[in-house]
């Protein structure tokens, strides 16, 4: 009966031995499962860059006592998009401050300037995501840096109305994200009344629409 034990229990650790040696722990297989979900991410995952003449990147603030719209005419970006699994997406943007349009040519240049952009010292803004969320019906939470005016804070914007086709011959991806931020959080206070932030000469929130057209590379 002793021999039987012995034979068992040596039976017991080789093939505890082997199926470690193989890699067959919980481990293992653990990581293993985890390596094939993110290669999986990635073969979904393809690169789209921004079209600058089909995408637009529109602000408001408010002017005394109604809202002024205006516009940035250039912007360029990547987006890695995952369109079955809008999650695992990532995106980052640039904007050349110089291409603010206001609609009247000294304007843009008084903004431009120290007073506001001064995009001597800080020619671009720029946005990196860093997560996606969904929030159900095609809208997702966005959330990332933006840098503005030599500042860096985490914003959080809505992801919608995401779309993909052909635009001649070229797979394409459109969508639109939409953010409000502070311009005092980035440092610009012209004209800003420090106890009624949103009623002098020039408000204090800024919303954002920014409307995107990529096409795959």
Same mark, same amino acid.
């Given at each position: 009966?002793?021999?039987?034990?012995?034979?068992s229990e040596a039976f017991v650790v080789l093939l505890t031995t082997t199926l470690a040696l193989a890699g067959w722990n919980s481990t293992n297989s653990n990581a293993q499962t985890r390596a094939t979900a993110q290669d999986t991410a990635t073969a979904t995952?393809?690169?789209? +860059?921004? /079209?600058? /003449? $089909?995408?637009? +990147?529109?602000?408001?603030?408010?002017? %005394?006592?109604?809202?002024f719209?205006?516009?940035f005419n250039d912007i360029k970006g990547s987006i890695n998009f995952d369109k079955d699994h809008i999650e695992n997406s990532s995106m980052t943007f640039t904007v050349p401050i110089a291409s603010? /349009?206001? $609609?009247n040519t000294g304007r843009d240049g008084f903004i431009k300037g120290a007073n506001f952009f001064n995009d001597r010292q800080y020619p671009e803004a720029t946005f990196t995501s860093t997560s996606i969320k969904p929030l159900g019906d095609g809208v997702y939470s966005l959330t990332g840096e933006l840098t503005l005016h030599g500042k860096t804070n985490t914003i959080e914007a809505k992801l919608l109305d995401i779309?993909? %086709?052909?635009?001649?011959?070229s797979d394409v991806v459109g969508f639109e994200v939409r953010f409000t931020f502070k311009r005092s959080d980035y440092g610009m206070t012209k004209f800003l009344d420090p106890k009624n932030p949103e009623s002098g000469l020039l408000g204090d929130t800024i919303e954002m629409i920014v409307a995107i057209e990529a096409a795959a590379k």
């Open positions: 009966m002793q021999n039987v034990l012995k034979i995952t393809r690169e789209y +860059v921004a /079209d600058s /003449d $089909h995408s637009n +990147v529109l602000f408001k603030i408010r002017h %005394g006592v109604t809202n719209y205006s516009r603010v /349009d206001t $609609h779309r993909t %086709g052909k635009v001649r011959r």
